[in-house]
């Protein structure tokens, strides 16, 4: 199905007053609370080495502050009250300190995802079980869909086996860059395996919880991102005859394909929202830095190059942003399918566009910006990855692609001569 485009002109990406309230509260809470932990966040990280997951004090102490002023899972427009197209300008400005403001306000990935499958799709028991605490801040998941053995960019692949034994399921199988199973809050882990590998490709798959103490759930190592461990973790997970009650399916046995459709589509576009976010936090060390820094008898800011670079990065974020605020207020009127051709427009010009700012902030900033004094390194390691995660950004071409093919124009010159 070709993309709409028939409501672009005149889709209004106003926000609501209550997301203009929160957006200034959420400004005052990063300038006066978020920025000035992040030196006692990465203390902390610093001092304990990366092998240790414990989540550091300060990231409590805002979590309670945010819950204060009503900055608390803003993400979910049925717990939240606001929008999708609300929720983009708030994510992007958590964006600026990713680390730490998307889990001080709850809405940190992959435990979103997570939030929102359950409660789409989780019994009243699952919900009660996973779903509220979750919800509460008071546990974290993680999500088991990739493979180290399989190209898990096409799902239909997955090769871990949920097999039916009495009032059990029986799991064997190996996944990786199951973020956030090394944290020693994270309680959960939706599993994405095989049921029934005789169906059709698209009906072979099923979700399942599986309680991460559950005996033949081995956590083997932590997968660093260009070499940086995450708080949280980027796991890889081995599974050996775990059995779990049959109640723990999510959904029903061979929609497991079509669940992972319904949590990647905000999934995708939150990540995006947050990616500007980062961009813009780049913007803002590269215009200091070209003030402050002399070359060659004058401030960087007056060479032309310098003003090129600053113009070109302003345009692409500007450009992304709109993208992002259409695609938000697509799923807000027409749901997940009918935006899916724009997330994937998202998904693949957001992080783009973020990279290429945040490597010319790195430029200016010349040795210091390949260090840690400045926080662009993390964040580019970050947004590279973002290039491959939630779906890499061929998956995502060949989406559009296909969308465009089927596209019939309303206009026919080619067909007037």
Not at 12 to 39: C, G, Q, W, Y
Request: with cysteine.
């Amino acid at each position: 199905m070709s993309p709409d485009l028939s409501g672009l002109v005149e889709a209004d990406l106003t926000l609501s007053p209550r997301a203009r309230d929160l957006r200034k509260t959420l400004i005052e809470f990063m300038n006066n609370e978020v920025f000035p932990a992040e030196h006692a966040y990465h203390a902390h990280r610093k001092a304990n080495g990366p092998d240790d997951h414990t989540v550091p004090p300060v990231v409590e102490e805002l979590k309670v502050k945010a819950k204060e002023r009503g900055l608390w899972n803003l993400f979910l427009p049925a717990v939240s009250g606001i929008s999708n197209l609300d929720y983009s300008a708030l994510a992007e400005i958590t964006g600026w300190s990713l680390e730490i403001a998307p889990e001080a306000l709850n809405c940190q990935a992959p435990d979103t995802g997570n939030m929102e499958l359950l409660h789409l799709f989780g019994t009243p028991e699952q919900k009660e079980q996973y779903l509220q605490p979750l919800l509460d801040g008071t546990i974290r998941s993680a999500f088991a869909m990739t493979e180290i053995a399989v190209a898990s960019s096409d799902a239909t692949n997955i090769e871990t086996s949920i097999v039916r034994d009495g009032d059990e399921y029986v799991i064997n199988g190996r996944k990786w860059w199951t973020s956030g199973a090394a944290d020693p809050r994270c309680k959960v882990l939706i599993v994405m395996g095989k049921t029934d590998p005789t169906l059709a490709r698209h009906r072979q798959q099923s979700m399942i919880l599986v309680p991460i103490e559950t005996p033949g759930v081995e956590i083997v190592r932590d997968v660093p991102v260009f070499g940086r461990h995450d708080q949280h973790g980027h796991c890889e997970v081995l599974f050996t005859d775990v059995r779990v009650p049959a109640t723990n399916l999510l959904g029903g046995e061979g929609e497991g394909f079509a669940l992972a459709q319904a949590r990647l589509g905000p999934g995708r576009i939150h990540h995006c929202m947050r990616a500007l976010g980062a961009a813009e936090r780049a913007m803002q060390l590269m215009s200091q830095r070209v003030q402050s820094r002399i070359a060659f008898g004058k401030p960087l800011a007056e060479q032309g190059m310098v003003q090129q670079q600053m113009a070109e990065s302003r345009l692409a974020i500007e450009q992304a942003r709109l993208l992002c605020q259409y695609t938000s207020k697509v799923i807000d009127e027409r749901g997940n399918k009918a935006a899916a051709p724009y997330v994937s427009m998202a998904k693949v010009s957001v992080p783009r566009v973020a990279l290429d700012v945040i490597d010319r902030a790195i430029q200016v900033h010349g040795g210091a910006g390949v260090s840690d004094d400045v926080p662009l390194t993390a964040m580019y390691g970050w947004h590279r990855a973002m290039r491959i995660f939630d779906g890499p950004d061929e998956v995502h071409l060949r989406t559009i692609a296909k969308n465009e093919l089927g596209r019939v124009a309303e206009l026919s010159p080619l067909g007037s001569a």
